[in-house]
């Protein structure tokens, strides 16, 4: 039974593999008609499922996996059945979607594919509106499932904004986490443009949330919400915390305390004259939070689900919104500065960071977490040496930053995913070497950990290693060190890669 629930899950996936995947094939082309319209249709087409589930809609290019996280973790303990959606998945597509913390099951999954792909072919029988996409097909499986299981949803923009799958909804709550250089040879290469396309995320008569930010993009997301009628709240302003700098304790939590929403005096919607806008008290005290995830980017991403969850209680949602806030502690959301523990390793720290800002927030993290990282080239003396396994995928621009991290590291291994738009190991270990950094290569994250375990064993001294550059080589790092089976996509695999079977080691086994 569990064996026909797995192969019917599996060809559900490659039905779903056959649509046009952006995600995983160039955007080199792009298509010219990139917009909401087939979406739209789709939405028509299934009695508008999106509307049916209130909707907290989440964008930004750091932090909105984990803020989505939070918020999901916060509305659980409060008593919503709360839908998750976000992207990517890290080991199979059913964490995509998810209740309560619960995966939606594969025979459900595959439910899903049956139930909308008579949709899919009518779209593209008509011809007018192009093919749909992966992305857009797994929102509208979302939505649907949703309206039947969920009482409140929490929805993560793919990517941009304006222009996203997801941005057909009418949330109760906008949220824009922080905003950096991501992705610029699609949304641009200005923080402004960037900007511009996750404001596109506003809507008119709700309310925003906006974290810690540039200048810049403060300008532009106030430009945008006085367009169209949205109040915006500062995070850091309405939420703040007993402390901006993290306090480890000794079981890899950080704590800090959320302190009572301070209500902003005034708020500019539309016009330019200050309004006294009138909240009602939910009662709010001093929450201590306790949280594995860590670094101070964690403590400015709670601060934004705590001003989310009271502006959810202000639109008339009645919840415990103390235990909502409290409930965020449980929030676990894997690959972002996780620290794994396996018998035989040190401290392995997995972290998707893959732009210059996400990787200067690792690398404070790390540094405050283990008091410092530096290598043993360097002779001070106060730091721990680390080992450094870094990859990359097409599309990302993180060079300084990785060549800061490989620079004090100990050993720097370059590898590759099995994601086909994951860069060669040789064009990541080329940008060392040119800047006089010596890099190894290996063809396959096991491998990576491999090469990892030999450099350990000669040199004792080695106190962490650490996982960066892309999420997917973090995931697959996980897969091998907590023996965790992947989903692998075979057709999508790349000319210059080994299959995952021809690695010269056993599958998920590390000397």
Known sequence: MVSNTRDRYMKAVNRLLSLADFERKSRANQPPDWHLRRVERLMEMLNEPHLDTPVIHVAGSKGKGS??????????????????????????????IQVNGENISQNDFADLID??????????????????????????MAFVYFRDKADIAVIETGLGGRLDATNVVNPEVTVITSISKDHVRILGDKISLIAREKAGIIKPGKP?????????????????????????????????????????????????????????????VVSSEPALIPYPDPGQ??????????????????????????????TSHTFDLNAAIEGMSDAVWPCRTEIVEVEGWPPVILDGAHNDASLKALKSTVSAYFGGVASTRSG?????????????????????????????????????????????????AQVGRKNGLEFRETYSVDMALETASEAMLANP???????AGSLFIAAEAREVLLDIEPELYEDLTQPYMLTYQDAEMPKGKIA
């Open 380 to 428: 001070n003396g106060s730091t721990i040496p680390y080992i450094f396994i870094v990859g990359s995928t097409a599309g990302h621009d993180h060079e300084a930053m990785m060549l800061e991290l490989a620079q004090s590291a100990h050993t720097t291994i370059a590898t590759q995913s099995r994601h086909p738009k994951s860069v060669p190991a040789s064009r990541v």
């Open 461 to 467: 001294e080695i106190g962490i290693i650490i996982v």
């Open 208 to 268: 925003t949330v906006v974290a810690k930010n540039h200048p810049v993009t403060w300008r532009v997301i106030r430009e945008r919400a006085a367009e169209v009628g949205s109040e915006v709240f500062s995070a850091c302003e309405t939420s703040p915390v007993s402390a901006t700098a993290p306090v480890f304790d000794d079981d890899l939590h950080q704590e800090f305390t959320i302190k009572r929403w301070r209500p902003p005096k005034t708020i500019n």
């Open 115 to 140: 139930e909308l792909w008579p949709c899919i072919e009518a779209i593209e029988r008509a011809g007018d509106l192009g093919v749909v996409s992966v992305f857009e097909m797994l929102t509208a």
């Open 285 to 314: 005290k001093d929450i201590r939070i306790r949280t594995s995830l860590l670094g101070t980017h964690q403590i400015d991403n709670a601060r934004t689900t705590a001003t989310a969850l009271n502006l959810l209680y202000r």
């Open 67 to 96: 803020t989505c996280a939070m918020i999901a973790s916060g509305l659980k303990a409060a008593g919503f059945r709360t839908g998750l959606y976000t992207s990517p998945h890290l080991h199979t597509f059913t964490e995509r």
